[in-house]
């Protein structure tokens, strides 16, 4: 059985870190069969390609209003991706979702991310 379980959401001040996690169970999760990803969204609004990462870990990607703020890494030896994410603003607040894809898809967003979803984190930012 196929999961992504997603951890390490919560309530933050402006200007707080939190680090995102997303364990992966189920599937071969090797350097070279899945593109990850954190997509995020809000009520009402679109689901955004938040940051994206290659099977090797060579190829990153940010949106606009995280980069230089958020780092992705992935440790394959345990089926992990992370998010770290500093110098949160309360327009990250969003429920935050991981996903897997195979291969190395064209873009970091949900019309390319189908395979394999997490259930979300809430993420917080309030001070």
């Known amino acids: 059985q196929v999961q992504l379980v997603e951890s390490g959401g919560g309530l933050v001040q402006p200007g707080g870190s939190l680090t995102l996690s997303c364990a992966a169970s189920g599937f071969v999760f090797t350097a070279d069969h899945y593109s990850l990803g954190w997509f995020r969204q809000t009520p009402g609004k679109e689901r955004e390609g938040v940051s994206c990462?290659?099977?090797?870990?060579?190829?990153?990607y940010y949106s606009v209003s995280v980069k230089g703020r958020f780092t992705v890494s992935r440790d394959n030896a345990k089926n992990m991706v992370y998010l770290h994410m500093n110098s949160l603003k309360p327009e990250d607040t969003a429920v935050y979702y991981c996903?897997?894809?195979?291969?190395?898809?064209?873009?970091?967003?949900?019309?390319?991310?189908?395979?394999?979803w997490g259930q979300g984190t809430q993420v917080t930012v309030s001070s």
């Open positions: 990462i290659s099977g090797r870990a060579d190829k990153t």
């Open positions: 996903a897997a894809q195979q291969g190395n898809p064209p873009g970091c967003s949900d019309t390319y991310y189908g395979s394999y």
